[in-house]
């Protein structure tokens, strides 16, 4: 063993000292210092250290290469915060569906923009595919319902169905069945323009919000994003207010069979399991009943219920980030204003409409020989998520824990600590407001991954009281969202009656928020932060529902990152940091899996196909972001000196461009898995740093710096105190 870890560390030499491109090598970077207590600050603080580094088994080179790259990363970073208000927040780009719905949007406000149109446009025939329809991730296959909103789109801004690439988009959608084969949400915009039946949608009474909270249905059985969709919907349904257009802007000709003989209760979402009973059948039958209901429902139930929904609706869009702080949610909650009778002037939707314009997102691309500027949409915004892991990167990367850069950031974070009670008080009665958002403003929907992240950023810094409260409120937030079966989910308490996954209006099956391995992880890895061990109350149950959760082949299901390699790296890092014996059989298997995942470039990728097909979990072109989380997990399972974790660096050093940042092009952020990705422009920045930090700090001084931090959290106790 002593002689095979002799050679690949021998090859790691020869590796690194052949990476070229590197800066003038007299520049050294100043080591990382060591870590001691500071008397006047209970936080663990660093000091700069005289004495040298452990000597490293591997060559100046190497050393040299993995040095540079960290410096030319940060400094990178450093130049895209905010310079007044210190947040970092990049891009978050989709697919062409919220694009395409704008366009629709500004058309039934009657508030068309030709030179918004004419870049939108621009957008939609650059990212169609040469088969003729849209992708929801890059290098995906075409997908119907996207396909078809993207053609519905194109026609209502003018581009011809003659048009060679709309003849093309016309022949992939039939292909795939046409419009009746798009999903529920496709359809209801659709009707919204009478391009198709009420009567294909499922029906959702706004009765519904009649229903006490201890019914098994209700709207807090419901995810965030589901109830922020839902509610405004519900008033839609009451009314159902339709926008005419122009015949020949209507998509009639996507229709495989002629729209009037078309058989709604034979198709989609309506299609019956074969099986007698299913609970999808049950559901189907009930939907049924449910549209023989609403041609005889009492008015004076009905009248109560919209303005419930209204009333709710109102009162959750008060802040600035719009309703959700989500594009869906912020669209429906126009189109239901427009049903209840608020005129497209009013300072409501002006309102809301701002918050959407806020989402747009302008840029120039090639087109041929010429350069041309597009408009895209992003489904909202991500500062706090941006902000908080760039700290946890630029911390491991060796910034003073007092960097000016670092303490900026910091109290931005803490002024957008949530002080509201939130929808989750429904779930979690006994918690206590003092959870992060995603977005700017979303007061009342934090959730548990940016709160865990946040508490782990501000506990690695040295600040003020202030900043031991606010960890101590974070920390009491998240504690009180563990579920009964030991996980987390994002947004609420114990939100698992998958059944409802079932109802029709659920066909996208992500109606829900359980507990997941990903934030399991995460969790963990905060207490490990904080100074806590397995000892704590919450690691128990969380490392039993992650042993439930382990796959056969030894990874995790990433929920909210694509994908498995997302979620072994997320629960890896948390066994590490909770200090769970990295020996560990279920650990090992991890590792295993990892190593057997990895490309023969160096790197790691998997696609998002693996939602749909797990025989492909872990597969696909590397990137950066997915070679970071490998590499991530197998430091912190405490493989630092394998060939696996040589490569893997090397494939990171070899793809870094010269202004210190790597280019990453796929989706490897997940919305809705199957449904809807992501594509975090920062993602392939913030965490290659990360990686390649932690690297250095294993090598050079055997253990990362969020190790010693932990160390020194638990020898001190300075948090246990307080909470």
């Known amino acids: ?60 080179g190497q050393s040299e290469s993995i040095d540079d790259a960290i410096r030319r990363s940060q400094n990178w970073l450093l130049g895209r915060q905010d310079p007044q208000e210190g947040f970092w927040v990049a891009e978050l780009e989709a697919d062409a569906t919220l694009t395409a719905e704008y366009i629709m949007l500004r058309r039934f406000l009657d508030r068309e923009d030709p030179e918004r149109e ?57 292909a795939k069945g046409g419009v009746v084969s798009a999903n529920v949400f496709t359809k209801i915009t659709l009707a919204l323009f009478d391009q198709y039946d009420w009567k294909g949608v499922p029906s959702m009474p706004p009765e519904i919000m009649l229903l006490p909270k201890r019914f098994y249905f209700n709207l807090y059985a419901v995810s965030y994003w589901s109830r922020t969709v839902l509610i405004p919907l519900l008033i839609v349904f009451a009314n159902r207010p339709v926008c005419r257009i122009p015949a020949e802007q209507g998509i009639q000709e996507l ?78 909650s126009i189109y239901a204003l427009r049903a209840l009778g608020y005129p497209s002037d009013h300072p409501l939707i002006v309102k809301a409409l701002g918050e959407i314009e806020a989402l747009e997102v302008y840029d120039v691309r090639g087109k041929g020989n010429q350069h041309v500027e597009m408009l895209h949409l992003q489904p909202c915004v991500s500062p706090i998520w941006d902000t908080s892991l760039s700290m946890n990167a630029l911390v491991e990367a060796g910034f003073a824990q007092d960097h000016p ?93 998958t059944i409802l996954n079932y109802i029709p209006f659920a066909d996208h099956r992500a109606l829900l928020d359980p507990s ?27 490392l039993e529902f992650l042993k439930r959760e382990q796959e056969a082949d030894g990874s995790w299901y990433g929920r909210w990152g694509v994908n498995y390699i997302y979620g072994t790296w997320s629960v890896l890092a948390g066994l590490r940091a909770i200090g769970e014996d990295v020996s560990s059989p279920w650990i090992r298997r991890a590792v295993a899996w990892l190593e057997s995942k990895q490309n023969p470039d160096g790197g790691w990728g998997e696609s998002c196909a693996s939602y749909a097909d797990q025989t492909v979990s872990g597969k696909g072109d590397s990137t950066p972001s997915q070679t970071a989380w490998a590499l991530i997990a197998l430091l912190s399972a405490g493989v630092s000196d394998s060939l696996s974790v040589v490569r893997g660096v090397n494939y990171l050093l070899r793809h870094q ?64 105190s307080e909470a």
């Open 1 to 60: 063993m002593k002689l095979l870890k002799s050679i690949i560390t021998r090859l790691s030499d020869s590796l690194f000292a052949s990476v070229p491109g590197r800066s003038n090598r007299n520049s050294d970077a100043k080591l990382t210092p060591s870590l001691r207590l500071v008397s006047h600050n209970p936080h663990p603080a660093a000091a700069p250290d005289t004495a040298p580094r452990r000597p490293a088994s591997h060559a100046v």
């Open 118 to 174: 004419a870049k939108a446009v621009q957008y939609l025939l650059a990212t169609q595919l040469p088969d003729g329809g849209w992708p929801i991730y890059y290098g995906g296959p075409a997908e119907i319902s996207t396909s078809v909103k993207a053609y519905f789109a194109l026609k209502l801004a003018g581009v011809s169905a003659e048009e060679p690439a709309m003849k093309c988009a016309r022949v992939c959608i039939l």
């Open 255 to 332: 229709f495989a069979t002629p729209r009037a003989q078309v058989r709604y209760r034979q198709e989609l979402p309506f299609k019956k399991d074969t099986d007698w009973f299913t609970w999808r059948n049950f559901f189907v039958t009930l939907d049924a009943a449910l549209k023989v209901y609403d041609r005889i429902a009492p008015r004076a139930f009905r009248k109560a219920s919209v303005q419930k929904a209204a009333d709710w609706m109102l009162a959750h869009m008060r802040g600035t980030g719009g309703l959700g702080a989500i594009y869906p949610g912020m669209a429906n």
């Open 405 to 497: 850069a670092l303490t900026k950031a910091a109290a931005w974070l803490l002024s957008r600590q949530a002080t509201t009670v939130g929808d989750w008080i429904v779930s979690s009665p006994k918690a206590e407001p003092g959870g992060w958002y995603f977005q700017f403003e979303n007061e009342v929907y934090p959730d548990v991954d940016d709160s865990a992240v946040v508490v782990m950023a501000l506990a690695k810094l040295c600040l003020a009281d202030r900043q031991t409260r606010a960890i101590r409120r974070g920390y009491r937030w998240v504690l009180a969202m563990q579920g009964s079966d030991g996980g987390w989910g994002a947004y609420d308490k114990d939100n698992n009656r």
């Open 516 to 542: 997941t391995a990903d934030l399991a992880g995460r969790c963990l890895e905060m207490l490990g932060t904080l100074g806590f061990d397995q000892t704590h109350p919450a690691a128990g149950p969380a």
């Open 657 to 720: 461009r010269e202004d210190g940042s790597w280019e990453e092009v796929r989706h490897t952020g997940t919305g809705f898995p199957r449904v809807f990705y992501l594509r975090y422009h920062w993602y392939c920045q913030y965490f290659p740093l990360w990686a390649l930090a932690m690297y250095r700090n294993v090598r050079t001084r055997g253990q990362s710096r969020a190790d010693e931090l932990r160390r020194l959290a638990r020898e001190t106790g300075w948090f246990r």
